[in-house]
Structure formats: structure tokens, C-alpha cells
């Protein structure tokens, strides 16, 4: 009948690039799509910080980090909080991950030559219960490499399948529609786009040289989320997180258009959780832009105080990484869409990373020298010191009445009052002549230091925000940042897509963000962190596995 290979793969994001492997070391033809050119191949995982969620890894066991499957597990559904008959797949998926996270994960990525750096993070500490939304341990392991290091293995082994002529990749193909005979998808067509010579990562253009029309047994949509699409987080914001924010920045190239999701329903597949999203609060604008209105996120230690718009600080248990959707939650029913960290040298130095693999050259670069400079001197690392100089929401000052007016003068308004905020930082230094204290924030400081890996890298020693041997004072205006979508297409456990009845779409599967990283939204409404790029893995091995099965 004609077939141009025996399957296609729309997307070459990290969960395409796997799927695309695993078909083809399994003898499988296999065609991977994309709109964007050659060298943004890899997609967003090519910019991620890296980060992966493991469960009793050897990392974790050298920091004295107890673990295990059921805790991870309780931890997961305090943050997933299922609660629709439709979560019925996605539970299964977060099961079926959760396993994948405390076994073969690491050995799997290990025998392909991936690595991680020894430090485990804690990322998500929670809501302030044992059963609520959060990381009773950490579990944040970051790729010794970062988004490059994460994407290496299969770049190459997809590589190697193209020389071996089982793969081949087509560039520049936008998919346009899915085609299907007597039910069953078959293939997939579209416009050829212009050749384009951006840098990775910058937005292509969308002229439009030709058409194609291919066709396969089977075919995998891996296309990537809504999060670079404005309009489509609006159009699903959710009302529980308050009305959707005037001013975003976006934390993601601008092919993450969230287009194809949409094709994929046209063919038939059901979408669900399409309200479950997963936005920053700490994001800042990049001084030296990639893509439109690129943003950063930074990923934040437990120490800077954190104010919003009007002065106020914000409510227990709601600090620098504890709760991001709560957080979100708070801020936006305050009626404004920013908030600031209020914090000094010390504090910025030791606990501000940058999210993505260009903000990190030391650990991108795998450059041992570089790392170790993270832990001597007064200064942050390079390009944290530059934010400081060159970012517009970054501001420095000697003493909090210059830090105050500063900060009204870019908020363009008088909101913040200097003798409220001095109260309240004055207080909360108080509490720092003791080693106990009543503040929440400052117990959690202690706490975090009871942990190596904090103690560390990532929690200054507790010490008065005003005094200036810790200065200068540093505020920081915090925008909402667009990153990750948490619901799409439902799937099975082999990653193949249902229909609006409940049936499956023959000849369909997806993974991936697209897919809500499996089932349609195996994080339910929140993240434990490190899930996405793991999602991405698993979803894509076990798409790929079953579609080269399907097809054989
Ligand atoms: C800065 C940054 C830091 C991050 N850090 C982490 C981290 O530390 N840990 C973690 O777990 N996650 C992290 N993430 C999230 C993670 O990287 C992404 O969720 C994940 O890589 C998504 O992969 P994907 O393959 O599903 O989609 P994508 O990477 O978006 O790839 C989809 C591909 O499909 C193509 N495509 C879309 N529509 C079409 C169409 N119609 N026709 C043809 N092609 C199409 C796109 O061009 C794209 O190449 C981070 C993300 C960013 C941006």
C-alpha cells in the first residue's frame, strides 16, 4: 500500500527523539517530523536545567537520604490530588513512573553513557504536611551535562539509526493534519517550510515552500505542550488559580505552540485535563533573549523573604520553593501579577540557579574548575552576576530606602511603604539570635541545613537580612513564567490514544508534554519536579515500543 516507513513520529523533542529510537532499534522504518530546522533538534530538553526524579538512587543514599517507592509514592498523590473519573490513566501512568523512577530509570540512562552531577536538590518541599503536595525528600537529580547531556544519547543513537538507513529525518515539516483509512490513522501531511538559518531555540519562520503527504502503520504525536502559546494558557487557564495574568514570560521556544494537540483532536483523540498547568512564579526576563518574551526561571533556596505586590509577605508555607502552585494561587488573588524577593549577596550567591543549560556553563560544560568556584568567593556565579547588572528585574542597593524606591520606581507605582517593609524584615532578623524561632520560614531555613546537599550549595547559613556584611540588599521583580502543560491526550498504558467514546484510536499514540507526559496527566495538578524530562523518557520508550510492536 504504498508506505513510506512502517511508522512516524511528530516532534523531535526529547519524548519524539526516544520514541524514534526505540522503534528503531527494534528494525523498524521510522520517519521523525518537525517544523523547526536540524539545529533545534531535541526541542525544549536541549534548554532544560536537566533535573530528573529518582527514587532511592545512589546519589540520594550518599547524602544519607532515606527513600523508597512508597514514599514516593504517597508524595506523588499528595501532589497529584486525582480527583476526576478521567484521572483513571493517568494514575495508572504515575504508578507506572513512580516504579520506572525507582528502577531501571538510572541504570537504563547509565548504560547509554548519561551521568549525574553527585549533589542532589530538594526541589518542592511542600505544602507543611506529611501528606500533602511535596518532596519529603530530595529527589532532584541534575545531569551532569544538563539539557545537552540529557538529549546526547539518543541525538546519537538516532544518529547512528539514520547512517544504518532506519531513520530519517524530516525538518521542516509542520504537520498539518493526521489522515486515517476505515478508522485507523495512517499517516500524516502538511506544508515543507522555508529552509531557516536561526540559532537553536529562536522562532522560524512559517513561509511555506511546498506540501507532503506521508503514510505509515502507525503514527506518534510527540509534539510538545501549549506553554509558548499565550493565548491557549489563558483560553485554559483555570479559575482556582485566579484570573489569568495580564504580563507573562514565557519559558519556552515559540514551536511550543500547542497546535498539534489540537490536530490530534481533530483525528479523534480525547483531551483531558486541559486546565492543569504548571507556570512559575519566579520568573525574570532574560537581558539577552532567545525567544519572544523569554523569560527564566529562577530556582530559588529557602532564605529570601518574599513580598507581594502591595508589601505583604507571604503566608506560611508559601516560600522560595516550597509550593509553586499555591504560590501562583496567592499571588494572583492579590490582583496583581508579580511579586519580589527581598533578599542580599550572601543569600543570591549561594541559593540563586538559573533553570536552563545556557544559564549553567559550568554544569552544561561539564567543567569540574568552574563548578567549584560556586563555593568560594562573594560572587554568584557568572551569569547569576550578570542578571544582577544587566536584568531588568534585578536591582542592587546599599540600604533598603534606596532598595524601596527602586522598587516602586519599576513597578511605576507607590505600593510599597519602607517602614513596613523594614518592620517586617526587622523582625524576621530578630528571630535569628536564637538557634529555635516561631518563624516558619526560618525553621525551614534550619531544617534545609540538616540536609548535606542544602548545607552545601543551595542555604546560606541563617544570618540577618540588613546587616551589611551579608549586602548589598538585592529585590528582584518576580513575573509569571508559562513553562508546562500538565493534561492532553489520553493514553493507555501502551500509549495509545482514546477516542471521545472511550475507544482507541487505531494507529494512534502519543507522549510526551503532549500527552500530559502519559495517560493525559499523570502529575494530576502538581509536580514533584524532574517528572518532565523523566515523563518524556518513559512515555517516549514505552510509545516507541509498543508502536514498533504494532507495526511489525
Ligand atoms: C528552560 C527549561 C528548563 C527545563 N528544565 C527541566 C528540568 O530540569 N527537569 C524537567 O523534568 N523538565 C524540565 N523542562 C521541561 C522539559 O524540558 C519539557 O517538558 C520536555 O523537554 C518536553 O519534551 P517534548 O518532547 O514533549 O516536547 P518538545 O521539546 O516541545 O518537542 C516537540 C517538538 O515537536 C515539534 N512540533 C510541534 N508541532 C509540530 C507540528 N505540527 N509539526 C511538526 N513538528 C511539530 C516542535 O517543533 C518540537 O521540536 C524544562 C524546560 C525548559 C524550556
Known amino acids: 500500500m504504498g508506505l513510506d516507513a512502517e511508522a512516524i513520529v511528530i516532534g523531535a523533542g526529547l519524548a519524539g527523539l526516544v520514541a524514534a529510537c526505540e522503534i528503531a532499534d527494534a528494525g523498524r522504518s521510522v520517519i521523525v517530523l518537525d517544523q523547526e530546522p536540524t539545529q533545534s533538534l531535541g526541542g525544549q530538553a536541549f534548554w532544560s536545567f536537566g533535573g530528573l526524579f529518582l527514587v532511592d538512587s545512589p546519589e540520594q543514599r550518599r547524602l544519607r537520604i532515606k527513600d523508597s517507592l512508597d514514599l514516593a509514592w504517597q508524595d506523588w498523590q499528595g501532589s497529584a490530588g486525582f480527583d476526576r473519573p478521567e484521572d483513571y490513566w493517568p494514575r495508572r501512568w504515575a504508578q507506572a513512573y513512580i516504579a520506572f523512577a525507582a528502577g531501571e530509570k538510572r541504570a537504563w540512562l547509565r548504560a547509554m553513557g548519561h551521568r549525574f552531577f553527585p549533589i542532589v536538590g530538594w526541589a518542592e518541599r511542600g505544602g507543611g504536611a506529611a501528606l500533602s503536595h511535596g518532596n519529603s525528600v530530595p529527589r532532584f537529580h541534575i545531569t551532569w551535562g544538563t539539557g545537552p547531556g540529557i538529549i546526547e544519547p539518543f541525538v546519537r543513537r538516532a544518529r547512528q539509526a539514520e547512517q544504518d538507513g532506519r531513520l530519517r529525518f524530516l525538518f521542516r515539516h509542520r504537520v498539518d493534519a493526521l489522515s486515517a483509512t476505515n478508522g485507523a490513522v495512517d499517516g500524516a501531511s502538511g506544508a515543507i517550510l522555508e529552509p531557516s538559518p536561526i540559532a537553536r531555540g529562536q522562532s522560524s519562520s512559517r513561509i511555506s515552500v511546498g506540501q507532503f503527504e506521508l503514510k505509515a502503520q502507525v503514527v506518534i504525536v ?157 560572587h554568584a556565579t557568572a551569569p547569576v552576576e550578570a542578571y544582577k547588572s544587566h536584568g531588568v528585574d534585578f536591582l542592587v542597593k546599599q540600604n533598603l530606602a534606596d532598595l524601596v524606591a527602586a522598587m516602586n520606581a519599576l513597578a511605576q507605582s507607590d505600593l510599597l511603604k519602607l517602614e513596613a517593609i523594614q518592620h517586617e524584615i526587622e523582625a524576621r532578623d530578630r528571630e535569628i539570635a536564637n538557634p529555635f524561632t516561631k518563624d516558619a520560614q526560618i525553621m525551614g531555613i534550619h531544617n534545609a541545613r540538616q540536609f548535606l546537599g542544602d548545607k552545601l550549595v543551595r542555604t546560606a547559613p541563617p544570618h540577618r537580612i540588613l546587616d551589611p556584611a551579608h549586602g548589598p540588599l538585592i529585590a528582584v521583580r518576580l513575573n509569571i513564567l508559562t513553562r508546562k502543560t500538565l493534561g492532553g491526550i489520553e493514553t493507555d498504558l501502551e500509549a495509545r490514544v482514546f477516542d471521545e467514546a472511550g475507544a482507541l484510536v487505531p494507529g494512534l499514540y502519543a507522549a510526551g508534554e503532549a500527552a500530559g507526559f502519559g495517560g493525559g496527566g499523570m502529575h494530576g495538578y502538581r509536580s514533584l519536579e524532574g517528572t518532565f524530562l523523566g515523563g518524556c523518557l518513559f512515555s517516549g520508550r514505552t510509545a516507541g515500543r509498543a508502536a514498533a510492536k504494532a507495526a511489525g
Not at 237 to 264: E, F, N, S, T, Y
Not at 290 to 318: C, M, N, Q, T, V
Open 222 to 378: 510527540a509534539s510538545g505542550g501549549i506553554g509558548g502559546n499565550a493565548d491557549l494558557v489563558r483560553a485554559n487557564w483555570p479559575a482556582r488559580l485566579g484570573k489569568p495574568p495580564q504580563r507573562m514570560v514565557c519559558g519556552v521556544p515559540a514551536h511550543v505552540d500547542g497546535r498539534m494537540i489540537g490536530i490530534a483532536q481533530g483525528a479523534g483523540a480525547r483531551l483531558i485535563n486541559r486546565d492543569r498547568m504548571w507556570h512559575y512564579v519566579e520568573g525574570v526576563h532574560n537581558w539577552a533573549p532567545i525567544w519572544p518574551s523569554h523569560g527564566i526561571r529562577i530556582l530559588p533556596g529557602p532564605s529570601s523573604l518574599w513580598f507581594d505586590a502591595k508589601g505583604e509577605r507571604l503566608p506560611p508555607p508559601l516560600y522560595p520553593g516550597y509550593d509553586t502552585l499555591a504560590t501562583l494561587e496567592h499571588i494572583m488573588r492579590t490582583g496583581y501579577d508579580y511579586s519580589w524577593f527581598v533578599t542580599n549577596q550572601t543569600i543570591v550567591r549561594k541559593e540563586f540557579s538559573l533553570s536552563g543549560s545556557e544559564q549553567n556553563p559550568d554544569l552544561t560544560g561539564r567543567d569540574w574548575r568552574l563548578v567549584a568556584r560556586r563555593a568560594v568567593g562573594r
